[in-house]
């Protein structure tokens, strides 16, 4: 008798189920159509068409990129990126946000990063798209603009010395106050500080359009040593990774007097980590060993920063070519972090 009682609000409830679905997809549909069609709230129209048009041209530039391996992007130098990396950024500035909505939903540029040592821009980058963009409407200052980048295949930018890209730093107004923007900066392999890249004109407003290449993902090793060495060094490097994680993940590591990092505590290292894994994916195999570098240079320098790592991320691309030394940044890299996170120098017989 009970189950009698209950399926008259069983019946009742699965066609109130199915009317809501029914109302909500008519609804959605609807809407879109009346945007398409050009009826609907000032703006919808534009705004819904212009996403679809700027989503559209962006994945044929992509496309083109990919497919014949070279092509002409604007060149930035926000921060060193990695294949599969993601970078949360927000900014208020003008001549960030004019960027952004130019570049639009899915535009593709090219990242680069900076050389310390020669405080110049380095050539060799990954393809950087805009996968996330909220643009606000209003153009009020101090409104903030949210932009994901999510990092492609590796690329370089070629073309002859006395080129210039564009670096998102902090520089001086007319008034003399400090503000960020787009400064000109030249490259490593250029000796002459007053280069100019004139097809492009002004790059303290616009990043300049640059040819670039798109490097191979496949395995680009020097005779010496070979790939069955490559990949023996990578596997002795595994139980080094399995090392730094444990002590990444250890609560002991953030309570010692002294220690410096720029997560809280093993928690907040946690919460890295576990977005680092969803962004680059399980570790591969050490036989595959370009992947795996990559891969290492990722969980250890992740972003947002853990901040118990050298940067390794700019020097690993520029130097990708060369086994050898691939695997010698990423060895001392790694050793080093290792240390700080254990509580010791890292002495000289490691280095």
């Known amino acids: ?60 530039v992509e496309r083109q990129m990919y497919e014949t391996r070279r ?10 990126m990695l294949p599969s990396q993601r970078l949360d950024v927000q900014a208020a500035d003008p001549a960030f946000r004019d960027f952004a909505t130019k570049l639009g939903l899915g535009g593709l540029f090219a990242m ?12 060799h980058g990954v393809l950087c798209k805009l996968d996330g963009l909220v643009a606000p409407e209003d153009e009020t200052p101090k409104i903030l ?37 787009w400064g000109p900066e030249t490259f490593v392999d250029d000796d002459d500080d007053d280069a100019t890249c004139p097809e492009d004109g002004d790059t303290t407003t616009s ?25 023996a060094r990578a596997e002795r490097l595994v139980r080094r990774v399995e090392r730094w994680r444990e002590l990444v993940l250890d609560d002991a590591t953030y309570a010692r007097p002294g220690f410096r990092a720029a997560v809280r505590d093993a928690a907040e290292a946690a919460a890295v980590l576990k977005a680092v894994d969803r962004a680059v994916g399980p570790m591969p195999a050490p036989s595959a060993p370009s992947a795996w570098a990559l891969w290492c240079a990722a ?40 240390a700080h996170l254990e509580g010791r120098d890292y002495t000289s017989s490691e280095r």
């Open 145 to 181: 603009m949210s932009v994901r980048l999510v990092a492609g295949a590796r690329c370089v930018v070629r073309g002859p010395r006395r080129m210039v890209a564009a670096r998102w730093r902090r520089a001086y107004g007319a008034d003399g106050n400090p503000a960020m923007g």
């Open 207 to 231: 990043p300049p359009r640059l040819a670039v290449d798109v490097l191979s993902s496949s395995e680009e090793e020097d005779d010496e040593p070979t790939l069955v060495d490559a990949a």
């Open 1 to 60: 008798s009970q189950c009698c009682d209950r399926s008259p609000w069983k019946k009742q409830t699965t066609m109130a189920a199915a009317l809501w679905r029914w109302w909500w997809c008519a609804t959605l549909t609807a809407g879109v159509v009346r945007a398409l069609s050009g009826v609907g709230p000032p703006g919808a129209t534009r705004t819904l068409r212009s996403r679809i048009e700027e989503v559209a041209a962006a994945e044929s």
């Open 112 to 123: 680069v990063s900076v050389c310390p040592k020669r405080r110049k821009l380095r050539r």
């Open 299 to 338: 969980v250890v320098n992740p972003l947002p920063p853990l901040g118990v790592s050298v940067e390794l991320r700019g020097n690993l691309l520029e130097n990708f070519s060369n086994t050898t030394r691939r695997f010698d940044i990423l060895e001392r890299g790694l050793e080093r972090s290792i």
């Open 71 to 80: 092509g002409r992007l604007p060149v930035v130098a926000l921060d060193a």
